[in-house]
């Protein structure tokens, strides 16, 4: 079984929609919790970073930590064409020497 | 801030041939870089961890010889890829924590990809 769990996709959905990604996980030392954007041919880029359990919103994006779940989403309001990408969570703790454990990722299509 | 630059972002080598790949963060020091295989449509494969000044740490089943990596400085991180062949063939990426020891998340180059006739 994977650490980091998270549905291929694809997703798609109508410009304007509410966009919600999920992961979960088995490793309960992982404390801390970020989303990434891969566009096609591109490396990642870090859309959000939390700290143990909790919500943080950061425009039309909000990432949300259930650790006693093992649980995180990602919400995306009014989804834009420009958003259409693979989606990674990634988790980490202080005891693995810096390294971040990747879900799969999900890819995001939204239709204009 | 945390930028992170990668070189060449293509490349196209005969088989037989050594590639150098570059990782430089821009905008802060990083003590240790990360690189990651992609496969199409699959997520990043961990290769190694590269800490400056010290030998990188590989991760199973990935062999040290043939992707030869060194971090020279606290900004600059190199994956050799020796005698390529086309099975060598992918998308290479490279990422920088920023910090020191404890925990932060990565910041990513945006990637080369390989292809090895």
């Known amino acids: 079984q994977k650490e980091v769990e998270q549905d291929p996709g694809p997703l798609s959905v109508p410009e304007g929609a509410i966009v919600s990604l999920n992961c979960t996980y088995s490793?309960?030392?992982?404390?801390?919790f970020m989303w990434y954007r891969q566009y096609s041919r591109k490396g990642p880029e870090l859309l959000m970073y939390?700290?143990?359990?909790g919500n943080k919103e950061d425009g039309r994006f909000t990432a949300q930590v259930d650790k006693s779940s093992k649980y995180i989403s990602l919400f995306i309001r009014d989804s834009q064409p420009s958003d259409s990408a693979t989606y990674l969570c990634?988790?980490?703790?202080?005891?693995?020497?810096?390294?971040?454990?990747f879900g799969d990722g999900t890819t995001l299509t939204v239709k204009p | 801030g945390a930028v992170v630059s990668q070189h060449p972002s293509r490349v196209i080598c005969k088989s037989g041939t050594s590639v150098k790949i570059e990782c430089r963060s821009l905008?802060?020091?990083?003590?240790?870089m990360f690189w990651y295989r992609q496969f199409p449509k699959k997520s990043l494969m961990l290769m190694a961890t590269?800490?400056?000044?010290?030998?990188?740490?590989?991760e199973q089943g990935v062999e040290k010889d043939k992707f030869l990596i060194n971090h020279a400085s606290l900004t600059l991180s190199t994956l050799t890829v020796t005698s390529a062949h086309p099975e060598d063939s992918s998308f290479y990426i490279c990422?920088?924590?920023?910090?020191?020891?404890?925990?932060?998340?990565?910041?990513f180059g945006n990637g080369t990809r390989l292809t090895v006739t």
């Open positions: 590269s800490n400056e000044g010290s030998k990188a740490t590989y």
């Open positions: 990634a988790m980490g703790g202080d005891t693995n020497a810096g390294k971040s454990t």
């Open positions: 939390t700290y143990s359990s």
């Open positions: 990422s920088a924590k920023a910090g020191g020891a404890g925990y932060s998340p990565l910041h």
């Open positions: 905008d802060f020091q990083a003590t240790t």
């Open positions: 490793n309960s030392a992982f404390q801390y």
